[in-house]
């Protein structure tokens, strides 16, 4: 279940801030799933923040834009919308290597 994991992330990321002795964080949420970064802008503490991406590519409704064997997701995309996605999943990692922090709270293809 979705919000279960989702809760339990954000329970494991206080759970760090407090051992930490912070009081603010700045969070990146790398999904495929497009209601997991709206429910940790809507649920995460006040004074924490949800790094946006500059341009959001849309979602495949099934599947993910690359990675996946013998997927044929990515035929529905023409070379410009290819290119996009790419930037965005090279952002992606360019982002999450910038983290002090990792969080798979279940699966990841990143890893």
């Avoid at 649920?43 to 834009?65: A, H, L």
């Avoid at 999943?89 to 798979?104: N, T």
Wanted: with cysteine; glycine share 6%.
């Amino acid at each position: 279940d979705i919000n279960t994991i989702m809760t339990a992330t954000q329970r494991a990321m206080e759970q760090l801030v407090l051992v930490r002795n912070a009081t603010t964080a700045s969070i990146y949420v790398a999904s495929d799933n497009g209601d997991v970064q709206p429910w940790f802008e809507a649920n995460i503490p006040k004074n924490w923040n949800v790094i946006q991406p500059g341009k959001r590519m849309p979602k495949p409704e099934n599947g993910v834009w690359f990675g996946e064997y013998g997927s044929g997701t990515n035929q529905i995309l023409n070379q410009t919308m290819k290119n996009e996605a790419m930037a965005e999943a090279m952002a992606d990692v360019f982002a999450l290597g910038e983290c002090e922090a990792l969080l798979i709270p279940n699966y990841s293809s990143f890893s």
